[in-house]
């Protein structure tokens, strides 16, 4: 049986899924939004048994394992009310009982290591800034990168580069913010008049120099293989500094491409380092030729490079898993 975490509106998830009942695959799906029933975890005879959506999950069947996003949700019976001579110890109690569900969620997947697996719950908790050390001592080249909340430390910088652009240290975030809609943090330029605006301490920040690029490349790997697809993006003034700001009326071309085989190499080095078994990578190749590594997500989209390049990545990691 193959066990597949994920989320309920994933359509990668579902992608994938078509393609196991095309090939008659038995495998069941947990979703955040389902409610895991503890029956028995029997640690003398190493076996975890759950109950989700009314099916029965013997943790021994599971024969392969796609973390996809997402992560175990234990049921929990409704609390007793707690008479006020009480109430002052709720949040202690609150905070042990958390961390108790949480020891059995990070046993849950200790259990599923060994199994073949595509990704796991780790992958999704990564720090780009090791990523880009790992990256440089596998013999890529990353850009210049510093951290700093000093401005003056900061205009170094720029002076250095002549042109940078910052960046989340983590993840960019969205989020609803009323009448204007959605909102959402991208990479942008930071210039010496940007500065202006600002006092000689802020918030710790990552700053890049900015690369003048022929096109940008979004790569998937899976099970020792690379599929490329090469972003023009750098011909529209929107989309330059980051491709994410799509411009709808003016879309960039999107066409597969090859990895020469030394970044191969190079890569494949990192994902190894790393146990990184699947993972959306992000490049750059610059006006002269230089392959720029810029960060990886070990669990993120492919379909974004399997449609344009017809690459059928959803079929491959079905068959990865039925293996």
């Known amino acids: 049986m193959i066990l597949i975490l994920s989320e309920e509106q994933d359509q990668s998830t579902n992608d994938v899924i078509d393609w196991l009942i095309f090939y008659n695959k038995e495998f069941v799906r947990i979703n955040y939004s389902d409610k895991c029933e503890i029956i028995k975890v029997d640690l003398n005879n190493e076996n975890l048994i759950i109950k989700v959506n009314d099916r029965i999950i013997n943790f021994n069947d599971i024969t392969a394992y796609w973390y996809r996003r ?90 250095e580069n002549n042109s940078i652009i910052t960046k989340a240290i983590s993840e960019t975030i969205m989020f609803l913010a009323g009448e204007e809609g959605a909102l959402q943090s991208y990479t942008n330029e930071v210039t010496q008049e940007t500065l202006d605006d600002f006092d000689d301490f802020l918030f710790p920040s990552l700053f890049q120099n900015t690369i003048n690029k022929k096109y940008e490349l979004r790569i998937f790997y899976l099970d020792g293989n690379f599929y490329a697809m090469a972003i023009f993006s750098q011909s529209n003034n929107k989309t330059k500094t980051d491709f994410r700001k799509y411009d709808k009326e003016n879309p960039n071309r999107y066409i597969p491409f090859n990895i020469p085989s030394d970044i191969k190499i190079k890569l494949k080095k990192f994902m190894i380092l790393k146990n990184y078994t699947s993972g959306s990578i992000d490049m750059v190749v610059d006006k002269d030729d230089n392959y720029i590594f810029l960060e990886i997500n070990p669990v993120g989209q492919f379909g974004m490079t399997s449609i344009p390049c017809n690459y059928y990545l959803n079929k491959k990691i079905a068959e990865y898993l039925c293996k």
């Open 70 to 159: 997402g992560d175990f949700n234990i049921k929990l019976p409704v609390m007793p009310v707690v008479t006020k001579k009480y109430k002052e110890i709720i949040p202690q109690i609150s905070k042990n009982l958390t961390s108790e569900i949480g020891a059995l969620v990070n046993f849950f997947h200790f259990f599923l290591q060994g199994k073949k697996s595509l990704s796991c719950y780790l992958d999704n908790h990564i720090n780009k800034l090791e990523n880009l050390i790992y990256a440089k001592r596998c013999g890529l080249t990353i850009p210049n990168t510093i951290i700093s909340s000093n401005k003056n430390e900061i205009l170094e910088f720029i002076c």
